[in-house]
């Protein structure tokens, strides 16, 4: 009798403890889908909802501005970045007033649909095309893509180039033969597809703050809103892991395919950008702030009063590595300015005005001539 009566009360133990399970679940799910609703309606109220068919799915565009304005831009965000929106709109909002600058979200960006398509370069890019001619967007297009969106540019401009007016690369990845060759990368596997199925019953919510940090002090709390729904929504996506297991090879392609042409561009170089000891305090200062913000206690803050020697260390390993691969990339892209802005890589979000005003200079240049 006394065996029995253990085993019952593991069994009612191990019943309570899955009753709990199902009942947390089902309480993140409802609380997830009520958030959600909220954010979709916030989110279309601002403009940021405009599906577009591509065939067996709809990818986002968004458009913002003018739309008989000058120019047509075509914004690009770098790897898994699905709030790439909302982040980018206070480096944009300035040139929006004399031009359309659109957003077209990826497979499995923010609004998006999902698909189990391999997200290799040619697929990419060909999605890109489509969204916007069936959006009814015409060419000729400023492509400004931001990070690992410059190897999707570059495969744009060297096979339509017919298509690009311009491209402007906002601290985009700096392409080579072996670039990315240690990135690890995610393939999709089960583990991956039950993380995204974790992801649309609402645990993102609970560990988003684990891959993505907040926003910096200029952004408002509405901002970081918006743009954590985009997060929640990417993140129960397919398509950016089987993007992020081919990130190697697409920048390896889009590089060893890169046609030299006079395609004017524009190269925002900011993770090797810093010239000056104020570019260093200014990113040490930048970086502590993350830090605290985001309350990242496992991390030191950086050191904001290095000696001489060690500045010029830092800034002479920022000039080799400009002259050793930014410099020879941008002659194989050919016409290609480049300037300086040291910074994170998120640039537009540490310096958005200083970025707006770097654009709204080429953009009338490019009128100029």
């Not at 979200?105 to 040619?122: H, I, K, P, Q, W």
């Not at 702030?289 to 030191?300: A, F, G, K, P, T």
Request: net charge negative; aromatic share 10%.
């Amino acid at each position: 009798m006394k065996k029995l009566s253990v085993k019952k009360i593991i069994i009612s133990i191990v019943a309570i403890l899955l009753a709990a399970v199902v009942l947390f679940t089902a309480a993140t799910y409802i609380i997830h889908c009520i958030k959600s609703n909220e954010e979709f309606n916030l989110l279309k109220e601002k403009g940021y909802y405009n599906p577009v068919s591509v065939g067996d799915y709809c990818l986002n565009v968004a458009q913002f501005g003018n739309e008989n304005g000058k120019h047509t831009i075509i914004a690009m965000a770098g790897n898994s970045s699905g709030d790439f929106p909302v982040a980018m709109r206070q480096t944009t909002a300035p040139i929006e007033e004399d031009n359309l600058v659109v957003f077209v979200d990826r497979a499995g960006y923010g609004f998006s649909d999902d698909t189990d398509n391999e997200m290799t370069l040619e697929y990419i890019v060909e999605d890109y095309r489509k969204a916007l001619k069936n959006a009814g967007i015409d060419a000729p297009y400023i492509l400004m893509p931001h990070s690992i969106g410059g190897a999707y540019a570059n495969y744009w401009a060297s096979n339509y180039p017919d298509e690009i007016e311009a491209v402007v690369f906002v601290d985009g990845s700096q392409l080579s033969d072996t670039a990315f060759d240690d990135y690890p990368g995610h393939s999709v596997g089960l583990g991956e597809r039950s993380l995204a199925l974790l992801a649309k019953m609402g645990f993102s919510r609970y560990v988003l703050r684990n891959y993505f940090y907040h926003y910096s002090d200029n952004y408002t709390e509405e901002e970081q809103q918006l743009a954590d729904a985009l997060m929640y929504m990417t993140l129960d996506s397919i398509a950016p892991v089987s993007e992020d297991s081919l990130l190697a090879k697409n920048a390896q392609d889009a590089f060893n395919g890169i046609v030299t042409n006079d395609i004017p561009k524009l190269y925002i170089c900011a993770s090797w950008g810093i010239e000056t000891k104020e570019d260093i305090i200014e990113y040490n200062k930048w970086m502590n702030r993350q830090i605290e913000i985001n309350h990242l206690d496992d991390m030191e803050p950086i050191r904001t009063d290095y000696d001489d020697e060690t500045i010029q260390k830092i800034l002479e390993s920022h000039r080799k590595s400009r002259e050793e691969v930014i410099y020879p990339y941008a002659e194989k892209m050919g016409n290609c300015k480049i300037v300086c802005l040291g910074g994170d890589h998120m640039i537009y979000e540490q310096k958005p005005q200083e970025c707006s005003e770097i654009i709204m200079n080429f953009l009338g240049e490019l009128d100029d001539n």
